[in-house]
């Protein structure tokens, strides 16, 4: 499975968190979310967190359901 990339986070001045990938705001966190959220980025890999919390990594079946006859055109 390829490791996450492309994801920022901007840290506002009210205290909120901006996510985005490629540009494109994928989450905003706020209030006890955003502060365990910084903490998650500084303890581990900040891409791998961020892809976590904004529900955009996969899981490792993609493979398996798209070659399922079902999902053949």
Do not use: C
Not at 15 to 22: A, D, E, F, L, Y
Not at 63 to 73: D, F, G, I, L, V
């Amino acid at each position: 499975m390829p490791r996450p990339h492309g994801f920022t986070y901007e840290q506002r001045g009210d205290g909120s968190v901006v996510i985005t990938h490629r540009g494109r705001a994928a989450g905003t966190l706020r209030g006890a979310r955003a502060e365990r959220f910084l903490a998650e980025v500084e303890a581990g890999d900040a891409q791998l967190v961020m892809a976590r919390w904004t529900g955009a990594y996969k899981f490792g079946n993609e493979r398996t359901a798209k070659n399922h006859p079902r999902n053949r055109r």
